[in-house]
């Protein structure tokens, strides 16, 4: 009987395989037009590289899951390459979206400012309110990472910081792994068994990256008032969806398969996702053409050089008047807004800015992000080092002998010519105990 079921959902497989290719590549060809026009866009107005260039790094994101997916729908043997690369990108994009955020509030100092800043002011209520009750004031704690995150200050920052890196990291080398257990066959892609790696790096991938998305969210709790203007709910929500959906998509086709609601032979549970994923990377792609505009790097301040392009009249009602006939009449305000068009961009300089720097900040942040994390065992290590040879000297100290000097001098003195004593001959006994 399972036997013939499986063999009716590879004849399903079979049949559906070239027309969910050929849907799918519809979807993912709308994604990849609209992502790599929006990416040029932005190339071309290149107007603030300190944000754009992390915003380039989302929106690839969008072409990269589209490409890969529909590469393994189509030819389900390279399937556990591309989701490797899919998994890397993912990871990247994740760490780039924190850095886009942290440009749009005007770089890193000014973010640890403005942490530091927010805990001062709560403090100082959280301190008067303890002393109108009469308790002593309370100090920050790890925990108030969880209830009170604005109270660690830019220790807030570090935190973030670690969380979303070590996703980075994690996810990187998860990837590398699982690829080199599919080499020896012991991986198991979607089988929940305890001989198999899939199951351990799904729990360690699921582990770090509700704890990075977390530490986003709680980042984005603090900060959203600041953020305001670009609309972040609208940027978080889409990034999310992306991350978060497609992740615990493919965990719940696993768990669907490992129950046997759907077969896992013929590539069925590799080639439900990356259908699905085409699907939703479309629709990505036209949410990322409104939430990721371009329209605020196409034009500059009216000091900066650029060519006037289009002037507007706005006309505002502020104010009832009264004339003499006692009828209320509207002020109406005549206001004239000029849009000087920012000057274009060389798209080669534009890529090396976002390669060059982009790469530069990842490979910083990814070095100290390592040398956090070891500094807490090397300082393990000291202590048990020094442990162990404290132990040491107490323990040779205790076997050392103890020598006793017993001095007995006997000095034979001859008196000179001129009646001074000269001492000629000493001696000295020395008696030691073990």
Known sequence: ????????????????????????????????????????????????????????????????????????LWKPRFSIICDILRNCYEAFALYAFERYLVACLGGEGRVVELLENATDKQFNERLLEDENKGGRPQTSSFCDFFCHPTLLGKDLYTIVKFGIVQYMILKTLCAFLALLLELFGVYGDGEFKWYYGYPYIAVVMNFSQTWALYCLVRFYNV?????????????????????????????????????????????????????????????????????????????????????????????????????GDHKEKPSIVQQKETHVEAPGTSITKSVQDVVIGGGGHVVKDVALTISQAIEPVEKGVTKIHETFQHISVGSQNEKEPKVEVDKHVIEDIIQGEQGEDHVVSSKMKVEAEN
């Open 223 to 323: 900060t959203h008032d600041r953020l305001e203007p670009i609309r972040p709910l609208a940027k978080f929500i889409s990034f999310k969806a992306i991350v978060f959906a497609t992740w615990w998509q493919g965990l719940g086709i696993a768990i669907i398969c490992y129950f046997g609601v759907l077969p896992k032979e013929g590539k069925i549970q590799n080639g439900i996702q990356d259908f699905l994923i085409c699907i939703e990377m479309a629709i990505a792609a036209v949410a990322h053409v409104y939430v990721f505009s371009v329209k605020p790097y196409r034009y500059l301040p009216i000091t900066e050089y650029g060519k006037v392009v289009t002037s507007q009249d706005t006309r505002t009602e502020v104010l009832k008047v009264t004339n």
């Open 1 to 72: 009987m399972a036997y013939d079921g499986i063999s009716y959902f590879q004849g399903v497989y079979k049949n559906l395989h070239m027309p969910a290719v050929i849907i799918g590549a519809v979807f993912a060809l709308v994604a990849l037009v609209l992502s790599t026009l929006l990416i040029l866009k932005h190339l071309r107005s290149y107007s603030n590289p300190a944000e754009q260039k992390w915003i380039i790094a989302v929106l690839f994101m969008v072409p990269v899951y589209a490409a890969e997916s529909i590469i393994s």
